[in-house]
Every structure is written in C-alpha cells, then in structure tokens.
C-alpha cells in the first residue's frame, strides 16, 4: 500500500482530472480497466468478422470500397486499444493468446451471423450505433490512454453509423423485398445491440465501482434507455420499424422504456455457445497462424537491425 499515491489517486478522481500511466492506481483500478480496454479491443478485432464476410458480395465497387475502409478501420480501433492495455503492463500476445485460447471475453454481438446484404446497414445503424452510445462517455474515462483513443474510434464510428443508415434507406426505398430484406435485418440485430450494453443494473458487479471511478459514466440500462430513444426517432426516417411493440417514453421517469430482452440468450453467449461463437475463434486462430511468417520476418529484421548498430 502506498498511501501518498492513494491520496494522489484520490484527489484526481474527485477533480475528475485524468490518470496516466507512470501514476500510481490501485491494483483493482488497473484490473478492471485491463479487464475492460482488452475486452474492447478484442471486440474490434472479432467484430471485422461479420462484415468482411460480405466484402466480396457487395453489390457494387463503391459499397465494396466503403465497406473494405470500414473494417479496416475496426482493425485500427483493435491496436490502439490494444496499446491502451499494454500501457497498464499486459502485452498484446499475452492478451492474443488468451483470445486464441478462448479465455477472453468480446462483445456478444459478434457471435450472430450477418445472412444477407442488409445486415451490413443494420451492424452499421443498429450495432455502431450502440457502440457509439456506449463510446461517447468513454472518452471522459479517468484513464488518459484509454480516454484519448475513444476520441477517434468515436469519429470514425459516426461514420460507420451513417453508412449503414445509409445502405438501410436505400434498401428501404428500393423494391418490395429489398425493403423486406432491409426490415428482416433491423428485426434480428435489434435485441442482440440492446444486450451490446451489458447485463441490467441489478446484474451488473461491476457497474458500481467503475462509475466510482469515473472510467464508466452511465449504468448499462441508461444507456440502453439512452439508444433506444436515438433509434426510435431514427427509425421513422427508414420508413422501418423496431420489432419491440413496448417501446415507450416514461413520462415519469422520463425514460424511454423497450419490451423485455432474452437474458437467458445473452447468458449462452457470453458462455461460449452463441450462434458463431466457435466460427469466430476458430477464423481468429487460423488469422493468427496464417500470420505467424509475418511476426517471424518482423523479429528477424529487428534482430539483424540491433545487431548491425551493436558493431
Ligand atoms: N458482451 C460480452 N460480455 C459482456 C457484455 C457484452 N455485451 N456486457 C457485459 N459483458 C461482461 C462484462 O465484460 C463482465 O464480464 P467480466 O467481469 O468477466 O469482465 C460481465 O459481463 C458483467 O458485466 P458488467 O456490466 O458488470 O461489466 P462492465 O462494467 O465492464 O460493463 C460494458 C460492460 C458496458 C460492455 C463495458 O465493459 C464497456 O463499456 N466496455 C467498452 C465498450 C465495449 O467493449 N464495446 C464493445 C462493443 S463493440 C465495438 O466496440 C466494436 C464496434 O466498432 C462495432
């Protein structure tokens, strides 16, 4: 115990002020936000799944372009979250090899399939937009490194946002069954991006604690309350509808208010035994062995470089 960098600790918490690197934390300080920056960075990466999927079926040069720079720039939010966590003391491969090993968490939401063209609107309106939701707030985080990479991963998710409110529009405005497809697609990604926002309040250990510490600033089911009210209004622009008929504003609470969600699901998913669980990992796995000549010529060239400036 260190009680000069406790006090320290303390002070900028209660001055909302920022944390870095070389500051003193408590231990159970750094776990969460390690347990938090690598799930998040593991999510970005898994995430590129789904939607590289559709990279060669995308309906025309332009959409295949967008979409190519969309889940490129998932790969770039992965490695600065990634470098977010190895300032608090882990390395990536430790934080690779317990992804591979399946012992580390990433979002639900990447473990349901994207079956047609309109599930790239519906990731990019519903599934961004949550993300965003979510991210927002996380740019205030207390941790500095953690606070400044959500700045631009925020940037870039509004724009990942727009484009599949875009591909969802055109789709709604086209024939009969791109409009149905469009509808089909807004129908199953939308419970799945409510649960992105983790379990209710009530069921949430860590909810508390984070918040003590300014790293989260709104509980899970305020920031559900929160998209659901984004989604509402943004959803009569489609010309769609959100497949939940409980959809209200509290006027007591001044809430919005959404039909009940499947916990048992969300529970089975985060267990390992969602729709694509197992196709995840094991296209996470052979990414990772199909790039291991690449990781060898790195350290090869680093080795042959330290040597010549040893002479
Ligand atoms: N999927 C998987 N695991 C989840 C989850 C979800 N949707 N929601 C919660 N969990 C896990 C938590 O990680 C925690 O597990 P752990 O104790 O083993 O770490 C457990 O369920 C209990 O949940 P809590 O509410 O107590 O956990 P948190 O306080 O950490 O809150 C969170 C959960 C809101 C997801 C929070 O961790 C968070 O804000 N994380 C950062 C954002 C993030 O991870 N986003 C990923 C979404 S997708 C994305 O960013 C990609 C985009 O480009 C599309």
Known sequence: EDAAGQAHFDRIIAEDSRIEPRDWMPAAYRKTL??????????????????????????????????????????????????????????????????????????????????????????????????ICNQVPLCRASYGPYGRAMVRICKEESFHQRQGFEILLELS??????????????????????????????????????????IKRFSNDELRSRFVGMMVEQVRVLGLTLPDDQVRFNEDTKKWEHGPLDWHEFQEVLAGRGPCNAQRLERRRAAHDDGAWVREAAAAYAAKQSAKQQK
């Open 173 to 214: 405005n086209g024939t009969p069954e791109q409009k149905q497809m469009a509808q089909d697609a807004v129908n199953r990604w939308y419970a799945p991006a409510l649960m992105m926002f983790g379990p209710p309040d009530d069921d949430s250990p860590n909810s508390k604690q984070s918040m003590a510490w300014n």
């Open 34 to 131: 390690l347990r938090q920056i690598s799930q998040h960075a593991h999510s970005e990466i898994i995430g590129m799944q789904p939607e590289a999927n559709w990279i060669t079926r995308a309906p025309s040069l332009k959409r295949k372009a967008i979409l190519m720079a969309k889940v490129q720039d998932e790969a770039g939010h992965g490695l600065y979250l990634y470098s977010a966590a190895e300032t608090l003391g882990q390395t990536r491969d430790k934080m690779m090899d317990d992804l591979i090993a399946g012992k580390a968490r990433y979002s639900s939401i990447f473990n349901y399939p994207a079956l047609s063209w309109a599930d790239m609107g519906a990731i990019g309106w519903l599934v961004d937009g949550a993300a």
